[in-house]
């Protein structure tokens, strides 16, 4: 009985041993094993977070741009009636003076340039060609309203030009004030009755132009 006794307690000294070496293993086997899936999650997390900050700071930058970056628009929004004004010829065709409220029944181009401004300089031929093939005919009027330039200057810029539509001085500035132009050239196409349908704070291109002949309901061949 003795015998037996000391037997189980041998084996369960050994077992215990046994237990004790395989945890010792299992430590030395965890400790061995490699960090890379460990590190992979910390780079990822590292460039997730780099990233969400990256686009926080351009987003922080683009909120402080000056409003200058902003692109011009027209003073009088699509659908406004077109402020009425009589202004002198001063250049290009015609003479005496223009009434915007006597050409209602017709579209009508409203331009405003001036000869210091080099996109206007670049748009008056377009201008002219497009008044030739079409409006002279009568499908429009187009009027070159000036900014800010002597009257003195208007008729040899004209003729330099070869201009045919009427171009008008504005003494004040109170067309271009009514028309809130803050940039040139500025064009507006307003229909038959008078309503503003587009503006275009831009040199004019031919899709630009097509566009808004179109919304006063006139479509170029």
Same mark, same amino acid.
């Given at each position: 009985?003795?015998?037996? #006794?000391?037997? *189980?307690? #041998?084996?369960?000294?050994?077992?215990?041993?046994?237990? #004790?070496?395989?945890?010792? *293993?299992?430590?030395?086997?965890?400790?061995?094993?490699?960090?890379?899936?460990?590190?992979?999650?910390?780079?990822?997390?590292?460039?997730?977070? @780099?990233?969400?900050?990256?686009? @926080?700071?351009?987003?922080?930058?683009?909120?402080?741009?000056?409003?200058?970056?902003?692109?011009?628009?027209?003073?009088?929004?699509?659908?406004?009636? @077109?402020? *009425?004004?009589?202004?002198?010829?001063?250049?290009?065709?015609?003479?005496?003076?223009?009434?915007?409220?006597?050409?209602?029944?017709?579209? %009508?181009?409203?331009?405003?340039?001036?000869?210091?401004?080099?996109?206007?300089?670049?748009?008056?031929?377009?201008?002219?060609?497009?008044?030739? #093939?079409?409006?002279?005919?009568?499908?429009?009027?187009?009027?070159?309203?000036?900014?800010?330039?002597?009257?003195? $200057?208007?008729?040899?810029?004209?003729?330099?030009?070869?201009? !045919?539509?009427?171009?008008?001085?504005?003494?004040?500035?109170? %067309?271009?004030?009514?028309?809130? %132009?803050?940039?040139?050239?500025?064009?507006?196409?307003? $229909?038959?009755?008078?309503?503003?349908?587009?503006?275009?704070?831009?040199?004019?291109?031919?899709?630009?132009?097509?566009?808004?002949? @179109?919304?006063?309901?006139? !479509?170029?061949?």
């Amino acid at each position: 009985m003795a015998r037996q #006794q000391s037997q *189980e307690k #041998q084996e369960r000294q050994a077992a215990r041993a046994e237990v #004790q070496e395989f945890r010792a *293993e299992l430590a030395e086997h965890a400790a061995n094993l490699p960090r890379k899936p460990q590190n992979r999650s910390r780079m990822m997390t590292f460039i997730i977070l @780099a990233g969400v900050a990256i686009l @926080a700071g351009i987003f922080g930058w683009l909120t402080l741009l000056p409003s200058s970056a902003t692109p011009p628009t027209g003073g009088l929004s699509v659908g406004a009636a @077109a402020p *009425e004004f009589i202004l002198p010829v001063y250049g290009g065709g015609g003479h005496g003076m223009v009434d915007l409220r006597a050409l209602r029944g017709h579209p %009508v181009l409203l331009n405003f340039w001036s000869e210091s401004c080099q996109p206007c300089r670049v748009e008056m031929p377009f201008l002219e060609r497009i008044y030739t #093939q079409y409006g002279a005919h009568g499908a429009f009027a187009l009027l070159g309203i000036d900014q800010a330039d002597p009257k003195e $200057d208007i008729a040899p810029f004209g003729r330099a030009f070869q201009i !045919t539509y009427p171009l008008l001085f504005d003494p004040g500035g109170t %067309v271009n004030a009514a028309y809130g %132009v803050t940039a040139i050239p500025t064009t507006y196409f307003i $229909d038959s009755h008078g309503i503003v349908r587009s503006v275009f704070v831009t040199q004019l291109s031919s899709k630009t132009m097509r566009q808004g002949l @179109a919304s006063v309901g006139i !479509t170029l061949p």
